[in-house]
């Protein structure tokens, strides 16, 4: 299994060549996914397969619902999917997947596409049945991938145990809190993990106070969060939020204004906790969940252009010495991004997300980031992968377009050596998500 | 007369060079267009000039709008127009005239380019005065463009007759009806092209109902809309929305609140007959009309940059069987497209369109549709050309772009063949407008 | 001193080197900046460390405020801020740093990069402590640059004398008038500077008209104004506005209504005395003020990006006399701008601007203007500079990529000669900046 050769043949440039491979050898620093800890690589090809992208995709090219439904058997399930994917293999997430099955699989896509006559091919070898198997199909990856740390998704009322957090690194994540207070699986979660009872806002202090002690105590080093597009990042009245979050926390209705100020009394909270426990604050901006109700699992969510980094400037100005990663969701706002961390300190532009992770979007928004943010405070790249063999074609497609950016721009346009090139290369690689999610370690 | 080449000559790169020969040897066809079945060519070379990207950008160079008033003899309109040609030399959209000038009217514009001095013999050369002439010159710019197919755009009492609707496409064009309802013209043209009395909503759903039947029965292929940027595509409360329209129709004056009730009525139910007649329909998001008042015909209208695609997917979910084309005017609203068409199956990324028809747009755009939305739902490109002669040239434009795209990311980059790649143009310029607009057939 | 040839040895292509050098080879007209006739060149290296744009990124990379205060002695200023520019030595602002000191202070930075070490040697050449090095350092930046004229941003109350106002042109900034007419500074000033009243609109109508009498009598070429994202530019009522603007000018506090209504009132105003003394008005649309209080000085604002050119057609249908070069804050703003400037006469687009001015934006928005805005229409670029050093490296980075732009897209693209694309940027490079601020004359 050759993988840091990925892509290295068809860069025809030789200095773009030169830099994709040097940097391609270092070992990824992976600061955002969505790894089960427990399951990290696929057991099932099927798991590949099931990455939203591929069965959103298909759904949006005509392939019903009901096809990839999660109480079908995975064999099949994958080869329902299989017969769609015709239709998006000009997708820059269909090329994560043949590259997934060229080298974790040795599957030679060139004489026969990945499709209904090779599925079952590919299934059988992706098998791993045997927890023994399992765990060495995870190892196999993780190495072949040159893995050195992926940040993890967890719930608060995760346990977090059972795994090495120095490798699979937790990571708080508070849109429930946040965005659903008032659902009492929320407030009841919150009672069982934390033993408290939670009635009031001090109540909610005290347990977000035994929840950031857990994750901080077990190596956290984010605290994470999705926010939608007219979400207002301001100072609660907290005086006038009292009652509103014990209603939230009984379950009772909410009035728009009083949801709305629950909402930014909880986030105002978190970011304090942040500060305190010296969490960076992962901010990613933008989605609208369920836009799309009759979609597929993980693709229901779109966003609304219409968003603004101005109404998250109280906040930045309020916690001066919180980090805040920021990603933004729509494409159209990446410009913003790039002004607002050259601005403030403590805003970070961390990445490429979702619907702004291509490379027709990602060569103008890196340049412009690498044009005028200072090079400590650019995370360039995180997977936000559900499985560990996503990571690899997933930071060699950023790996690719920053080589030709540095190999364009600074090495041939700024006459920098290709010392100096790659050394911006390794800060925003590794130095940077090593340093700035430390908690000033 | 060597249309096919239009262009070649001037790509050095022989790779896009060999693609973009092989997608402009293909037969065009044109899902979208203004084109009078009725003279489809140019008789005149002012009909040529009168493109109201010449007029406009003239008079927004100085030229006073009087010396392109149409009360004027066409060939004073046109010697005036050429004085002030050589502002505006450098845009794209003179490229098209002359490349129509030389392609069409072997006019050579190297030693002398198109003003004063040469515009009388272009004009001479263009002159087509017998119905015979004039049919010949449609049949020969037909052929030279290698025209398949255009889609025309007819006014709702449009009798659809005098011509082969098989290569004059009839689509229905419905802004009058929604958003002009209130206006006393049009419940008139409504009771006269329908001969019914048309006096309440159930009199305009009858209405509605002839106009499909017609439209459909005379070979239709889509309905079509331009809607305001701030258009909410949301479900009417039809009994709320029976008295203003009642009003509407009898040309009453509305309240705000009224007026847009009766637009968005008539825009569900317009939604609806689509659904019922298997009718795609093409929404074409985004312009203000009349803001500049004072600008020449066809050069008044602009757009509010602030729009999303979220006020419409209420209407993409409540009509999971309509096809929705989706043309965006503000060229930063393009990568939201991307996303929605890479969610819900029944939206299609469809043509670069009008202020967004320039190749600095279109060659992000084009990448980032070919990267992440699947291919069986990309419309390469329309001309909305209104004399057939400038059908040859836009999509000249797009197909290079097209082929530079192709070589640079999919052959050279991702390493397909040339046969893959073409086939990916053939589906987005081809096999897409032609299964899309086939209603199911 | 060879400053012509900055950036001739990083471009590879034979092509657009030829055009850079002769784009190059060409006087700067420079139609806006923020240089102090009194004193243009730097008389210390802390003058030019001290442009916002280092303070505010190496502030942002997490340099302590103070170490840049304004009270410390220059040369410990100037050491303080080189310790930290290691941090922002990737970004575009930086190379115009290391630029000057490699032209103006014939600096070799290859072996030694600006910092820590090397400060005191740069400081020591650039030092300039009695008047006559300093005039003479004015005139060889002047020279060395190829100054023909470089525009000024002058306080209403500048008395515009000193200097020779054919070089340093005067222009009229007007933000105080507009958006502080109610603070008691503004009023006071407008009356010392009038000797009139100034109780009433009428009152105020006198003093600007006494102004505007000053600047053109002066030279002044244009007037300016800075306006946030939410500014209306609409018809105001001035019966209305008379209460509000009589208290605004007794510093008596408005209602939010009143205030917005005064700044609609003194900006229509102004329009008609632009329109009156036949003075562009240069419109720099988007900008939030303070948004980060804790920022250095000139680091505090950015933008909200939801804005548009919609809220300014009023304007522009009102006054077609005037000419509005305007500039747009929001990077992904820009599109709209090449519409509006494509249709309006009035309009014109106007350099790059600010959080715009990064290569990675101005490529995609150069094409566009290129593509679609008449020639006439474009000014190419202006520095905003503060200290005459920074106006060579700027244009240079413009003209690099106007060369590449023009080489790619219009020599080789569209098989135009050389002259032609030379003769579209000494359009926008000169004959454009010089014509369309002539005032008509």
New interface residues.
């Given amino acids: 299994m050759s993988a840091a050769l990925l892509h290295a043949?068809?860069i025809?440039d030789a200095l773009t060549r030169r830099l994709f491979e040097v940097i391609a050898s270092w070992p990824i620093y992976d600061p955002h996914s969505h790894i089960n800890p427990h399951a990290p690589a696929a057991r099932r090809f099927d798991e590949i397969l099931g990455y939203h992208y591929y069965t959103?995709?298909?759904?949006?090219?005509?392939m019903p619902a009901e096809l990839v439904d999660p109480a079908l058997d995975p064999r099949q399930r994958s080869r329902n999917l299989a017969g769609w994917l015709d239709?998006?293999?000009?997708?820059?997430?269909f090329?994560w997947l043949t590259e997934i099955a060229r080298v974790f699989h040795g599957f030679d896509d060139v004489h026969a596409p990945i499709g209904p006559d090779t599925i079952d091919l590919l299934y059988d070898h992706a098998l791993k049945e045997s927890p023994a198997e399992a765990n060495a199909w995870d190892d196999r990856v993780w190495t072949t991938t040159g893995l050195e740390a992926v940040f993890l998704t967890n719930d608060f009322d995760d346990p977090l145990e059972g795994w090495d957090t120095s490798r699979y690194v937790p990571c708080l994540r508070t849109d429930d809190l946040v965005l659903k207070l008032d659902r009492p699986t929320t407030s009841e979660r919150l009672r069982n993990t934390t033993n408290l009872p939670v009635e009031d806002i001090e109540g909610l202090k005290n347990a977000l106070g035994v929840l950031f002690d857990r994750f901080v105590s077990k190596g956290a080093r984010a605290c994470a969060i999705s926010l939608p597009p007219d979400f207002q990042a301001v100072a609660p009245d907290v005086t006038r939020a009292a009652t509103p979050i014990r209603r939230a926390l009984h379950g009772l209705e909410l009035r728009p204004d009083e949801a709305r100020l629950v909402q930014q009394t909880v986030f105002w909270t978190l970011a304090q906790f942040c500060r305190d426990y010296r969490l960076p604050f992962d901010l990613m901006i933008g989605p609208?969940r369920d836009?799309?109700?009759?979609?597929v699992a993980g693709?229901?969510d779109?966003?609304?252009?219409?968003?603004?980094?101005?109404d998250y400037?109280e906040l930045?100005?309020q916690f001066?010495d919180v980090t805040f990663p920021i990603s933004t969701l729509?494409?159209?706002?990446a410009?913003?991004l790039?002004?607002?961390?050259?601005?403030?300190?403590n805003v970070v532009a961390m990445g490429h997300w979702w619907?702004?992770n291509?490379?027709?979007?990602i060569a103008?928004d890196l340049?412009?980031k690498?044009?005028?943010?200072?090079?400590?405070?650019i995370v360039g790249y995180y997977s936000d992968a559900y499985k560990l063999e996503f990571i690899l074609p997933k930071f060699r497609m950023f790996q690719r377009v920053l080589a030709e950016v540095l190999a364009e721009?600074?090495v041939?346009?700024?006459?920098w050596s290709e010392e100096r090139a790659l050394g911006?290369a390794e800060r925003i690689m590794r130095t940077n998500p090593k340093r700035l999610f430390a908690r000033g370690e």
């Fill in positions: 043949d068809t025809s959103e995709l298909a759904h949006s090219a005509g239709r998006i293999d000009n997708t820059v997430q090329s609208r836009v799309y109700p009759a979609g693709g229901r779109l966003y609304d252009r219409r968003v603004s980094l101005h400037h930045f100005n001066p729509a494409p159209d706002a410009p913003e790039v002004s607002y961390a050259w601005i403030f300190p619907y702004s291509l490379p027709a979007f103008t340049r412009a690498l044009q005028a943010v200072p090079q400590t405070k721009d600074w041939r346009g700024r006459g911006l």
